[in-house]
């Protein structure tokens, strides 16, 4: 798991490097401003314009789809895929099947017969 690029073991050297510094004191009192910053910046008219922008900016591909009129084609294309997925999977489910049904018949029947035994037990 990573967030903003720093995964769980960096997150931990971040914090005791700030611990040793800032000592346990410091980190609150840094913790708090920093959150103070956070909202302040969150709360600016410049990160409403930054959140609106980058809204448009996602939103335009769609928008351009719709102008164009493509949005058929786009759907057909869609269900053609869809399509031809579906018809993969149904031409190749009884090559597998034929080949696992054993060996998961066999699982359920060793599933069943343990939980059986615990019932007893």
Do not use: C, H
Not at 13 to 33: C, D, N, T, Y
Not at 49 to 78: H, Y
Not at 96 to 114: C, F, H, M, T, W
């Amino acid at each position: 798991m990573q967030f903003i690029g720093i995964g769980p073991l960096e997150f931990l050297l971040i914090i005791v490097i700030a611990v040793i510094v800032l000592g346990p004191q410091g980190m609150v009192k840094s913790a708090r401003e920093i959150g103070k910053l956070i909202r302040k910046v969150i709360r600016s008219p410049l990160w409403r314009e930054v959140m609106d922008t980058s809204r448009e900016i996602r939103d335009l591909p769609n928008k351009i789809a719709r102008e164009a009129g493509i949005e058929e084609d786009l759907e057909e294309l869609r269900r053609t895929t869809r399509d031809s997925l579906n018809s993969i999977d149904r031409s190749i489910y009884p090559e597998y099947q034929s080949q696992e049904g054993p060996v998961l018949n066999q699982g359920k029947k060793d599933i069943r017969a343990s939980n059986d035994d615990e019932g007893q037990a």
